[in-house]
């Protein structure tokens, strides 16, 4: 017999991994990838409107441009993507982030 003040290991949820540890399943992975990006076509989105909101010239807003739509080109294939290629675009794109937001960029 169940003993009701202790909880049924059999309905326990399944623990989700923290995507910082590595073990991360596919959608897990897929879904980090997805939020890095948006996070970089964001990034790409505040910088276009300040550039032109400061009169840039149109190369500069050409090139940050193109850059952002890289990055939604990324964004839609990984509707596609294996887990192998997510965990390929998330670590890019972490990458990105990290050196867009640092002081020097």
Sequence with gaps: MHDPATPDPQSAPDPTPDPSQGGQDGAAGHETAVELVEKVIAWYSQRLLAERRAGAD???????????????????????????EAARLAALYAARLKDLESPAS
């Design 58 to 84: 149109p190369q500069a807003l050409g090139e940050l441009a193109a850059r952002r739509q890289a990055c939604v080109e990324d964004r839609d294939r990984l509707q596609d993507a294996d887990a192998r």
